[in-house]
């Protein structure tokens, strides 16, 4: 038979004692009195729910005669359903005292039909109880949505009479994780000694999981909204013409941009787009670096992402002159985000230039520019996971600029194609041995000691070299369009 105690902590109810002390006085039903007189025909071992028209009397002699009329038929409890009901008098509170019986009043406003169905359901135990406790569990996560997750798992926690903790690791007999199973940083967790006769916990703590997962995701895509706005402007911004720019840098300016200000550019590209299995892999792939990137880099100053063709673009935006150790001190930064890249995005190898800083909408451009050519350097040397500054490429930045359009490299692809299907090793010495002939004008003795070969290898080679390629060696367009490709892929 169920105690008093038990029954008090129906969900759904708060009711707060205003005499007698709940303990384990044995409840067999619930009773409604609609009038005091009602409480002659109440039966033993009852709780008797009086209505609010019964509950404006509790400071009344009436009440009084009505609460031993109670006594006397062994009620062990007094609910007042009106929450603005009044309290009993000292007498009431005395006889209350003195035998045992328990008035209490509900705290909220609530249906009278609700409050007794309620009481019903403790009354009546496991099931009808954990069914109860899981609707309640319901609707209070249908009002709650948001606000602070733990006031949220200890509301729910209270509801389910059961201890539910947040945890890191899934260390629990019930543990439900917040989102999808490999992706889960934090689990609810339910712990009770009577789980597995209690099913109802399963689906409180799944609700909940579900219900934090929710608000986790919407709170996500209320911080992302902004960023991926003016990630696109500034993507679009980067990728237009000089006439269609007026439009975009207003737009800029009225996002908060300081679009007038200094500008530097990151640029980061893959080396190699086809490690995921698929397109969808890719995106996913490119969102999380870009995430994971934009994260590692905000502390040290304010950063923006866009995007140019599948490389990523990290802005950093000044409103004046950052000084001349800026793009230095952006490669320190930028490097860190590159080793946190690398580790949060298996299997990542990326090619990270940086560009200097300069001011204006154009110099957001310029910038830009910079950071491909450095793309393209690193590209060359093969220097993967290493953010590369502009600034730093030294006299070669001309040929760096050069080598970064794509008709450039298409133009010094198709010139050394021939060498190229020879295979990386004797392509490589076929080049290098084309460079020192052409650098010593010609000079087959000067190109030998460059080379550390014989006059007559070298001769050799140059000759089989020229046969190879589509070119006259006598034409100095075809000379000069040689040298540049030569310097182009040796780049270090």
């Not at 006397?72 to 209350?96: I, K, N």
């Not at 290098?432 to 070969?453: F, P, V």
Request: glycine share 6%; charged share 25%.
């Amino acid at each position: 038979m169920p105690a008093l105690i038990d029954v008090l902590h129906a969900p759904g109810l708060r009711l707060e004692c205003l005499a007698g002390t709940p303990a384990d006085q044995a409840v067999e039903q619930i009773f409604v009195a609609e009038d005091l007189l009602d409480l002659r025909g109440a039966p033993p071992c009852t709780v008797a729910v009086l209505g609010s028209h019964v509950s404006a009397t509790v400071d009344s002699y009436q009440f009084d005669v009505a609460l031993r009329l109670a006594v006397a038929r062994g009620v062990v409890g007094l609910v007042l359903a009106d929450p603005h009901a009044r309290p009993p008098t000292s007498t009431s509170m005395q006889t209350a005292e003195r035998f045992g019986v328990v008035i209490l009043r509900q705290a909220d406003p609530i249906n009278l039909a609700e409050l007794v169905c309620a009481l019903d359901s403790a009354l009546r135990g496991s099931a009808e109880l954990g069914l109860r406790r899981a609707v309640v569990a319901f609707q209070h996560l249908t009002v709650r949505r948001t606000g602070d997750p733990e006031a949220l798992v200890a509301d729910i926690a209270e509801i389910a009479d059961a201890e539910i903790t947040l945890l890191d690791e899934p260390n629990g007999e019930l543990a439900f994780p917040i989102g999808l199973d490999s992706e889960a940083e934090r689990w609810v967790v339910v712990r009770d000694p009577f789980a597995r006769t209690r099913p109802e916990l399963v689906l409180i703590g799944r609700l909940l999981a579900n219900a934090l997962a929710l608000a986790a995701a919407a709170q996500r895509r209320a911080r992302e909204l902004p960023i991926r706005s003016r990630a696109e402007l500034l993507t679009e911004l980067l990728d237009s013409s000089s006439r269609g720019r007026s439009e975009l840098l207003r737009r800029a300016r009225s996002m908060g941009l300081p679009i007038d200000g200094w500008h530097l550019v990151v640029r980061l590209e893959h080396a190699d787009e086809e490690l995921w299995s698929d397109e969808v892999a890719a995106f996913a792939a490119r969102e999380e670096l870009a995430r994971v990137a934009l994260d590692a880099v905000r502390s040290s100053g304010t950063w923006h992402l866009a995007r140019a063709e599948r490389a990523l673009l990290l802005i950093q935006m000044y409103r004046s002159d950052p000084g001349p150790t800026t793009a230095a001190d952006a490669t320190r930064v930028v490097q860190r985000a590159l080793d946190q890249a690398i580790g949060a995005v298996p299997g990542t190898v990326l090619f990270c230039g940086v560009g200097s800083a300069h001011s204006g909408p154009t110099g957001l451009i310029n910038s830009a520019a910079e950071a491909r050519a450095a793309v393209a350097a690193v590209r060359a040397r093969n220097s993967a996971n290493t953010a590369t500054a502009f600034d730093g490429l030294g006299l070669r930045r001309t040929l760096v600029e050069w080598y970064a359009s794509h008709a450039a490299r298409d133009a010094v692809d198709t010139l050394l194609a021939p060498l190229d299907r020879m295979g990386q090793s004797k392509a490589g010495a076929a080049i290098r041995t084309l460079q020192a002939y052409l650098d010593n004008h010609g000079s087959l003795s000067k190109a030998a000691a460059e080379l550390h070969l014989h006059r007559n290898s070298v001769a050799y080679r140059v000759e089989r070299i020229f046969a190879e390629l589509d070119v006259d060696p006598d034409n100095p367009d075809d000379w000069l369009m040689l040298q540049l490709a030569c310097r182009a892929r040796g780049l270090v």
